[in-house]
């Protein structure tokens, strides 16, 4: 008899047509979808965990998930070929290796990395609006990097975290928030992105913080001003929640140097700080 096997999964996909990752009656999820292929497979019901569940309109590059398949008799590669078989094209299974019967996608996940995508300025792109958010008026990065490293560190973070997902704490500690210069789009728009690190984040609190960091960028408050709310600890005076389509999960580690990497479920190591 076969015995069951635990797999991490790594997934692609477009958040755009999607109400989030998580499953949701009578809308079209991530989870749902990769739930349904799992399990023309194993004949049963697969439960599939996201390592986070990203909201509706958010994109992964790297999001991880776990599951545990009653039978699979092949290597874990084709485990991906398998499911990306039924999968929409805007979700894709890029990786699948065998993983500790005991493997958690959320629970064993020591950090995570998010990708925010803006264009500063400029004319709209039709092509690509779906993965950038489009500022009308330019921003001053310098200061917008000033006041992301008052971001960084551990740190009570409740004036970025937006209500319906109360956490019992809200200190999260902050590894990188980097304002990062990107070449410029098919059309020279100009483009950037804030990726932002940490062991765990608060409801659209990357989001959150991005609105931020544009305010002071337009010159509404000074890099100063992060230190404020944050000791504030007031949702409603910080800026506001950055729109779904630039943003992206980046990278999710499990406690070795590489993104997505497993140990086992003994002795991890703390993750890098990007």
């Known amino acids: 008899m076969t015995s069951p096997r635990t797999f991490k999964l790594t997934v692609a996909y477009d958040g755009t047509d ?6 949701q009656p009578g809308r079209m999820t991530i989870q749902g979808w990769l739930e349904r292929s799992a399990a023309k497979l194993a004949g049963t019901r697969v439960h599939v965990v996201g390592s986070g ?3 509706a309109g958010v994109h992964a590059i790297a999001q991880v998930a776990s599951c545990t398949m009653p039978r699979w008799n092949a290597p874990a590669q084709k485990l991906a070929t398998a499911i990306n078989v039924s999968l929409p094209d805007s979700i894709l299974v890029t990786d699948a290796v065998d993983a500790p019967d005991d493997f958690h996608a959320i629970r064993d996940s020591v950090s995570k990395r998010y990708r925010y995508q803006l264009q500063n300025g400029g004319n709209r792109n039709p092509l690509e609006h779906r993965y950038w958010y489009r500022l009308r008026k330019r921003v001053d990065l310098d200061a917008m990097a000033e006041a992301a490293q008052l971001i960084v560190g551990r ?10 997902a109360p956490r019992t704490t809200t200190v999260r500690h902050v590894t990188a928030c980097d304002i990062i210069p990107l ?4 059309w020279g728009e100009s483009r950037l992105a804030i990726e932002v690190q940490a062991d765990g984040f608060l409801y659209n609190m990357v989001r959150n913080i991005v609105g931020t960091l544009i305010y002071v960028g337009l010159g509404k408050h000074p890099p100063h ?3 404020e709310l944050l000791a504030e600890k007031k949702r409603e005076l910080a800026g506001p929640t950055a729109p779904a389509n630039g943003l992206f999960l980046k990278s999710v580690w499990y406690g070795a140097n590489e993104p997505g990497a497993i140990e086992t479920s003994l002795g991890r190591q703390n993750a890098p700080s990007g």
Request: net charge negative; with cysteine; glycine share 12%.
């Open 53 to 55: 569940r990203t909201d």
């Open 18 to 23: 999607f109400s989030g990752w998580q499953i």
């Open 155 to 164: 740190k009570d973070f409740a004036c970025f975290q937006s209500a319906g």
């Open 225 to 227: 001003w992060v230190t």
């Open 183 to 186: 070449p410029d789009g098919p």
